[in-house]
């Protein structure tokens, strides 16, 4: 069975927010605009995070992507009232939209803050429109929602792979982010093959869990700044 994580090197990422774009264009992610952005009420499957490092005069700016980490122990389903959220066997804490009410109890037991509330009608000005991706749903008023690694990417592969009777290959499958970093910072794959190219980094002594001593069990590894160690490499663009 395959359990799909990911792993993302924070000593590779620039902050230069391509994934943030990508995301999206690729899920139908609307723009909020200024006046609801100062109410807070801004959506974003996926932000980057800024920190510094070091002391004054020797300090350096630090960037990490954030997003929904996939638990294994996931809060968000232990609470949602009408089980509108629930984790597949793929390792996905996946969203049924219709059957969400709104409540926002999940986003209050989500310690990473990725969950958003969709407090209007999404509109994209013209041109805009004509970017909304046909292959996921445009979502409305009233539900929570959340990064979904792309799900419709991943089911077009593993549909792909079933038509050619063969399994999903290593880096076939890439989520808009993974797909759009410059630097290959993020890095996507199944977590139960031991020769993908991100067990091998969740295995690097650089890995990190975040929030792990909560014991959710994250699928979404951070690699901290420090030498590159092993054989691993990321993969090309070809």
């Given at each position: 069975?395959?359990?799909?994580?990911?792993?993302?090197?924070?000593?590779?990422?620039?902050?230069?927010?391509?994934?943030?774009?990508?995301?999206?264009?690729?899920?139908?992610?609307?723009?909020?605009?200024?006046?609801?952005?100062?109410?807070?009420?801004?959506?974003?499957?996926?932000?980057?995070?800024?920190?510094?490092?070091?002391?004054?005069?020797?300090?350096?700016?630090?960037?990490?992507?954030?997003?929904c980490v996939h638990c294994d122990n996931a809060p968000c389903v232990k609470v949602c009232p009408v089980s509108a959220t629930y984790e597949t066997p793929q390792g996905l804490?996946?969203?049924?939209?219709?059957?969400?009410?709104?409540?926002?109890?999940?986003?209050?037991?989500?310690?990473?803050?990725?969950?958003?509330?969709?407090?209007?009608?999404?509109?994209?000005?013209?041109?805009?429109?004509?970017?909304?991706?046909?292959?996921?749903?445009?979502?409305?008023?009233?539900?929570?929602?959340?990064?979904?690694?792309?799900?419709?990417?991943?089911?077009?592969?593993?549909?792909?792979?079933?038509?050619?009777?063969?399994?999903?290959?290593?880096?076939?499958?890439?989520?808009?982010?993974?797909?759009?970093?410059?630097?290959?910072?993020?890095?996507?794959?199944?977590?139960?093959?031991?020769?993908?190219?991100?067990?091998?980094?969740?295995?690097?002594?650089?890995?990190?869990?975040?929030?792990?001593?909560?014991?959710?069990?994250?699928?979404?590894?951070?690699?901290?700044?420090?030498?590159?160690?092993?054989?691993?490499?990321?993969?090309?663009?070809?």
């Amino acid at each position: 069975m395959t359990e799909w994580g990911m792993a993302i090197d924070v000593d590779r990422c620039t902050g230069c927010e391509a994934c943030v774009v990508a995301c999206r264009g690729e899920n139908n992610v609307p723009v909020t605009g200024p006046v609801e952005s100062s109410r807070g009420r801004t959506i974003e499957w996926l932000r980057i995070e800024r920190y510094m490092e070091g002391a004054f005069p020797d300090v350096r700016m630090r960037f990490k992507p954030v997003l929904c980490v996939h638990c294994d122990n996931a809060p968000c389903v232990k609470v949602c009232p009408v089980s509108a959220t629930y984790e597949t066997p793929q390792g996905l804490n996946a969203q049924i939209h219709p059957r969400c009410i709104g409540t926002r109890a999940c986003a209050h037991a989500c310690p990473y803050t990725i969950r958003f509330f969709n407090w209007s009608e999404p509109s994209w000005e013209s041109p805009l429109e004509q970017t909304i991706n046909p292959d996921v749903a445009v979502r409305w008023k009233g539900i929570m929602e959340k990064c979904t690694f792309c799900v419709q990417r991943i089911r077009r592969g593993e549909d792909t792979a079933k038509e050619e009777e063969r399994p999903v290959r290593d880096g076939e499958v890439d989520p808009a982010c993974a797909q759009s970093c410059p630097t290959r910072a993020i890095t996507f794959g199944d977590l139960e093959d031991p020769d993908s190219v991100v067990a091998q980094l969740f295995k690097s002594p650089r890995a990190e869990l975040p929030l792990a001593d909560l014991g959710t069990g994250p699928r979404v590894a951070y690699l901290q700044e420090g030498e590159w160690r092993g054989s691993v490499r990321a993969r090309s663009r070809d």
